[in-house]
């Protein structure tokens, strides 16, 4: 008798393209030392969550023995009601992110394609390949996405086309009329994913998060979440509008119960809550040039950013690279996020704080200037 038969040297093997992908790797979150640490990260808002989204959270923890509302009423009708939608084209996710791998899986196959911009969000990459079909990288033009490339990256293989617009991490965007044309180049088979993760911090006129879109067309959604302005990251909350055969699809493939009662009742609070939204917004529309034009001042070069982080651009020279600035900042207690995986090995990209972060960030950030001056 042999001990170990042929049969049982076999193993459970992913699907084609699960093993391409390069897992996520999230903002680091702490550092060592003795100075208090800035997370500066993960995009994550300064001002928290509102006080009314806390309070509806500790209303859930009476009821969780039970399941929560799979349907996510509460919160789609909140939704509907501020932006003037049916509740019924909404469909809710256990942050965006799940919305955007749901749409992958449901239109994506082995053989499809797949196609994001250059420096797009990682996310899509993964979702795509997760889903079994092949990504496609449409390259940029100044570090924002290129309608013309895009549209030349279109097959008679593509399904699906995701933009993040503000996009994340350049920080750049596209004017609705861009948005337009690009919507106008694809096939009606193909979907046109708008990610506006960052819509309510972009003060452009000519930018729009695209519902009117969304709502005029057979082939466009649009994600938005409450991770980033209204503070819920923790919580997993993320929205989708688009046509009802999409919402239809997605309803059949998401989890019965994707969403916790508390993500429910808090996502629900938090959309009311327009002044603490405001706030935020006008924190980060403060910060925003200030943080640009003192990095500048350093002699580092910084991508135009309507998001609420900016890309830094490092020399790559010895001592004075991304790579040496970020250890230098997490060593004072500022954490950015190294963004090499983006096809960026020589930028970080830093979210706008609190005015002691932001305040710490540009204090190290001179001081490694001049550290770097002298070495
Ligand atoms: C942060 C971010 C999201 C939001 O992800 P959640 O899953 O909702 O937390 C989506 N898209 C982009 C581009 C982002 O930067």
């Known amino acids: 008798m042999t001990t170990a038969s042929p049969d049982l040297a076999l193993r459970p093997v992913p699907r084609p393209g699960v093993l391409a992908i390069e897992a996520y790797v999230p903002g680091k979150s702490g550092a060592s030392g003795t100075h208090p640490v800035y997370k500066l990260s993960s995009n994550e808002t300064p001002l928290g969550p509102s006080p009314a989204a806390v309070a509806a ?24 009601t501020k932006y003037g939608l049916d509740p019924a084209r909404i469909v809710c996710g256990a942050g965006s992110d799940e919305l955007l791998s749901l749409l992958a899986y449901a239109y994506v196959g082995p053989g499809d394609e797949g196609i994001y911009a250059e420096h797009g969000f990682l996310v899509y990459r993964i ?13 940029e033009r100044d570090l924002t996405a290129d309608v013309d490339a895009i549209l030349a990256a279109v097959t008679p293989r593509t399904r699906i086309v995701f933009i993040a617009n503000p996009n994340n991490p350049t920080g750049t965007y596209l004017p609705f009329a861009e948005v337009q044309r690009l919507h106008a180049g694809l096939p009606g088979n193909v979907i046109l994913v708008l990610d506006g993760a960052y819509a309510e911090y972009v003060r452009r006129n000519d930018y729009s998060a695209g519902l009117d879109l969304v709502l005029n067309a057979d082939n466009v959604v649009m994600t938005r979440t409450f991770s980033k302005i209204y503070g819920l990251a923790a919580l997993r909350i993320g929205w989708m509008v688009g046509p009802a055969a999409v919402v239809d699809a997605l309803n059949r493939i998401r989890g019965p119960f994707n969403l916790s009662s508390a993500g429910i009742a808090a996502g629900a609070a938090a959309i009311d809550d327009e002044a603490h939204v405001a706030a935020a917004a006008a924190h980060n529309a403060a910060w925003l040039p200030r943080l640009t034009d003192a990095v500048t001042a350093l002699g580092l070069a910084v991508t135009p950013s309507v998001g609420n982080f900016i890309l830094v651009h490092f020399p790559d020279a010895p001592g004075r690279t991304a790579a040496a600035a970020d250890a230098f900042l997490t060593g004072r207690g500022v954490i950015t996020r190294r963004v090499a995986s983006y096809g960026l090995p020589n930028a970080l990209r830093v979210t706008v704080g609190s005015d002691a972060a932001n305040e710490a960030f540009l204090a190290a950030l001179a001081d490694f200037i001049g550290s770097a001056r002298d070495a």
């Open 57 to 80: 959270l500790h209303g859930t923890a009476g009821g969780l023995a039970l399941y929560p509302d799979g349907n996510s009423t509460l919160l789609r009708e909140a939704i509907a």
């Open 127 to 139: 979702a795509i390949l997760a889903a079994g079909g092949t990504p496609v990288v449409a390259p």
